[in-house]
């Protein structure tokens, strides 16, 4: 066990874990941030996406120990009332069905819209690879990003 110090949604926390602790473990088990999802624990599915230093990253695989010192974003700090242009554009499409996968698909796309903030098909399709959803949502997704992407 070691002590790390991270910053997480703005905020500065500090976890007693092993180096080698998935930070998807570290927000759920350790601060309570639950709303990032375990799907698959291989990086496969992207249920588990949140933002290290802006970029969407695989919390499942990544250890404590290289998110430390790094700012990271899970899903509650992606915007304090829910008003992201990304949220809001996934309930006007009315995205969710199961909901398992959406809090991975909202970062990826949050992610991809700060760096990208008018993408093509193909861009908005890549940038999305990975994330899996289980009911198929995959064309109301893509509305929705371009939606947002209108509003940011």
């Known amino acids: 066990m070691a002590l790390f110090n991270l910053t997480i949604n703005g905020k500065k926390q500090q976890v007693d874990v092993g180096p080698s602790t998935p930070m998807l473990w570290v927000l759920r088990d350790h601060l309570n941030l639950v ?40 899903i509650e700090g992606l915007s304090e009332n829910g008003d992201h242009p990304v949220q809001q554009a996934w309930l006007e499409h009315d ?28 861009e908005i399709e890549n940038a999305m690879d990975g994330n899996i959803c289980r009911c198929g949502t995959y064309t109301r997704i893509k509305a929705a990003i371009k939606t947002a992407a209108q509003v940011k």
């Open 95 to 122: 995205v969710p069905q199961c909901g398992y996968c959406q809090a991975g698909q909202i970062m990826s796309a949050s992610a991809l819209l700060e760096a990208n903030p008018n993408p093509s098909d193909a």
């Open 35 to 74: 709303g990032t999802k375990y799907g698959c624990g291989i990086a496969a599915c992207g249920a588990c996406t949140i933002h290290l230093e802006g970029t969407a990253t695989r919390s499942c695989q990544l250890p404590v120990s290289a998110a430390e010192g790094k700012n990271i974003t899970s």
